[in-house]
């Protein structure tokens, strides 16, 4: 071998050395996971073996609410899983919800998924994956139960604030950068929920309802992706039924579309409590059962039935082995056979702690900013007031599966206080109480969070009017945002509205912060108040993330990763009356218009428009064009245009492409997300940017030909920093 690369040399001009070398270990490197995947095989298949069927079966459900039992004279270890999409849950019992009461499971706790979504930075993403990866190594773990990647298509799911955005692309880009990083660290995700759980209402019974045009173009792409881009090791199969099926037993989903178009060959594991039978959904695909609150495992349907219907000639022997085939090539993947080789594992880190900062920072979105209240310059003002029960409520420990143990969290009068107190008064006041109440798959405990609390106000509009400038914290808290209900409304709950117009009336400096994961109506707030910044569920670091954006220490450069309607019936589920369905069936009529591709085709102006987001400084965009004026089918589009940051402060723009197939004779939407970019930019900087797409992305689903299809003939090209504020079009043309 060496005398031929010897000789190979020779005949090699000297500025191709790199490439011939980079490409022979690029070879050789290939050549190797072949290799290594073929070993792997044959431990798989040798330990299969030697297996006896209820040892098989063991491996196909949970041993208890969190772990999956191993099978210690063949070397194969138990099976930890834990919840947590934006940090490792705290311990449970392993036969009860209860937590344990260690005192070592504190974790880092990031800004929730729609947060995260709102950075528009995938770099941000895989960070916040490899802090999740080292956690759950540090903490035992092998299985870490997220990403959350459902369509938000209503403003009232309760789980919106978990599942990113309304766009596939956006999903996918953030997912994939998240899978990949996390994955790294020797833990497999389990992306969630497979499939169309857009509800939480009758989630456990509900059945789907929609076009395959509208499954493969808005529902599926972020599944796809964190598949074949991002190698998900585990997939979660959702409670509600689709098209007449359970999710957990669906041979469309499961087999033709998740196993034999992506090529998924890991596990398939139910959300808990989502098996509901033993022969069809181990026909079907499914992997593994978890989380009932049956006492005897032995008794559930990947268990002792399995092992009957096995028996009886009712589920082949080889559908078993590659149940467990699947198993352990996630422990394979993993690591878990070779535990020296495997990642230890980090706790709470600085670093870690910087980067849940950076998300919550770099998360926020600045609605509105008349006559530029903010940045608020704490050295030239002598008191302030802070107002509301946000201002001082933490939310890290809450929203059911995603609550997190945080190590500590900071919030916002904490730590405005803490960075400003020296020198500002600071007044707070209530402002508002909390009057709603949680239960467990009800939301009849919203029904008395609408009381105007008059005493509160009038204390919050007396320390308005003794400060300069008033900070109101508003928003949701974790019984509105959370799993197993959705809300009732859009509406600001506890009175806010009127609270946000006395104090505003009182001291027009107002600033409105809103805390929140879902849309919430603010139609009755943005012309009375000239501020508004959006901070989401900002994490551990919440506090210190909004106190540097409100003093300018950070520039916002969040943008919304869904719209934000003037009204609810504005939405298209509501608009249609198909949310959250009747007699256990909801009808997805509004088909492929989801979010903005509805409000953008229907001339439906929004409250907020989705991408949309303002800075402290301001943004150029110019020269913008395409690499050719016509181009074919398997091609690729290269577009370019120069941004410029024209003010004064550092910060980012996320430039926004979009797509339009304005001639086609088959309903398309007004325009879709095709690319993006997030620019960090100094005060006068100027970038050349260049966004790729193929051609092939440009396809829309026939449905008569079951196949994606390129229409020919003149697209539109737009590049904005908003689906609604579009500065530079081009036309380019398909042939």
Avoid at 287 to 315: C, R
Avoid at 385 to 404: M, P, Q, W, Y
Avoid at 462 to 478: Q, T
Wanted: net charge neutral; proline share 4%; charged share 25%.
């Amino acid at each position: 071998m060496i005398v031929v690369i010897s000789k190979l040399k020779i005949m090699i001009k000297p500025c191709c050395h790199v490439l011939f070398f980079t490409l022979l270990a690029v070879g050789a490197a290939n050549a190797q996971r072949i290799q290594d995947d073929s070993r792997q095989k044959e431990k798989i298949r040798s330990l299969i073996s030697r297996m006896t069927l209820q040892e098989k079966v063991s491996l196909l459900h949970a041993n208890s609410k969190f772990y999956v039992s191993g099978i210690k004279r063949l070397g194969i270890p138990e099976l930890a899983l834990s919840d947590g999409p934006h940090g490792v849950r705290a311990e449970v019992n392993r036969n009860d919800w209860a937590y344990s009461g260690w005192t070592t499971d504190s974790a880092t706790c990031f800004p929730p998924g729609t947060a995260l979504a709102a950075t528009w930075n995938p770099a941000l993403a895989y960070k916040q994956g490899l802090v999740l990866g080292e956690e759950a190594r540090f903490r035992k773990k092998d299985v870490l139960l997220g990403p959350g990647i459902n369509i938000i298509r209503s403003p009232l799911c309760g789980r919106n604030f978990e599942y990113m955005s309304e766009d596939p692309l956006l999903i996918s880009k953030m997912a994939v950068a998240y899978i990949k990083a996390l994955q790294s660290k020797d833990v497999a995700v389990s992306v969630k929920h497979w499939i169309a759980n857009n509800q939480e209402t009758h989630r456990d019974s509900v059945d789907v309802q929609m076009s395959e045009r509208a499954l493969r173009e808005i529902y599926l792409p972020g599944f796809k992706a964190a598949v074949t881009e991002g190698g998900a090791y585990t997939v979660m199969a959702a409670y509600n039924k689709f098209r007449g099926d359970w999710c957990s037993e669906n041979e469309y989903l499961n087999r033709q579309i998740l196993r034999n178009e992506f090529g998924f060959k890991g596990v398939l594991m139910t959300d808990w409590a989502a098996a509901h039978t033993t022969v069809k959904a181990a026909l079907s695909g499914l992997d593994l059962e978890m989380g009932t609150d049956i006492k005897d495992y032995n008794q559930w349907y990947f268990a002792d039935p399995l092992i009957k219907a096995v028996a009886e000639g009712k589920v082949p022997l080889s559908v078993v082995d590659e149940k467990v085939e699947h198993v352990l090539t996630v422990m394979f993947k993993t690591k878990m056979f070779d535990e020296s080789k495997r990642e230890k594992g980090k706790m709470n880190t600085p670093e870690h702690q910087k980067a849940a900062y950076n998300s919550a920072a770099e998360a926020a979105v600045l609605l509105q900013n008349k006559g530029g209240l903010l940045p608020v310059n704490f050295d030239k003002i002598k008191s302030v007031a802070i107002v509301g029960d946000n201002a001082t409520r933490k939310h890290c420990g809450a929203g059911l599966s995603s609550e997190i143990k945080a190590l500590y969290e900071i919030s916002p009068l904490e730590a405005i206080k803490q960075k400003f107190g020296a020198k500002v008064k600071i007044n707070f006041a209530q402002g508002y109480d909390k009057q709603s109440s949680f239960k467990e798959g009800s939301n009849a405990g919203q029904s008395n969070s609408n009381h105007v609390d008059w005493k509160l106000i009038q204390e919050a509009v007396k320390v308005a009017r003794e400060s300069e400038v008033v900070i109101i914290f508003g928003g949701l808290n974790h019984d509105f945002d959370t799993e197993s209900f959705d809300r009732q409304n859009m509406d600001l709950p506890y009175g806010q509205e009127v609270l946000i117009q006395e104090v505003a009336k009182a001291n027009p400096n107002t600033a409105v912060v809103i805390v929140a994961g879902s849309p919430v109506k603010l139609a009755g707030i943005v012309n009375r108040v000239p501020a508004i910044l959006w901070s989401w569920y900002g994490g551990m670091e919440a506090g210190n993330a909004v106190a540097d954006l409100l003093s300018g220490k950070v520039n916002p450069s969040g943008k919304l990763p869904f719209t934000i309607p003037v009204a609810l019936d504005q939405s298209p589920a509501h608009a249609l009356g198909n949310f959250p369905g009747m007699n256990l069936k909801v009808n997805y009529e509004e088909d492929i218009l989801v979010g903005y591709r509805w409000f953008d085709t229907k001339k439906i102006q929004p409250q907020f428009p989705f991408g949309y987001g303002l800075s402290y400084t301001a943004f150029a965009i110019d020269n913008f064009s395409a690499d050719k004026a016509i181009y074919k089918k398997d091609d690729v589009i290269r577009a370019k245009f120069v941004v410029k940051n024209t003010g004064t402060r550092y910060g980012a723009e996320v430039l926004q492409l979009y797509a339009s197939d304005p001639a086609s004779p088959v309903l398309h939407p007004e325009k879709e997300l095709k690319a993006f970019e997030k620019i960090f930019l100094q005060p006068g900087e100027i970038k050349t940017v260049e966004l790729s797409i193929k051609v092939a992305d440009l396809a829309y689903y026939d449905e008569t030909k079951k196949a994606w299809k390129v229409e020919t003939g003149q697209f539109a090209l737009q590049l904005g920093n908003s689906s609604r504020n579009i500065s530079k079009v081009i036309n380019i043309s398909i042939e």
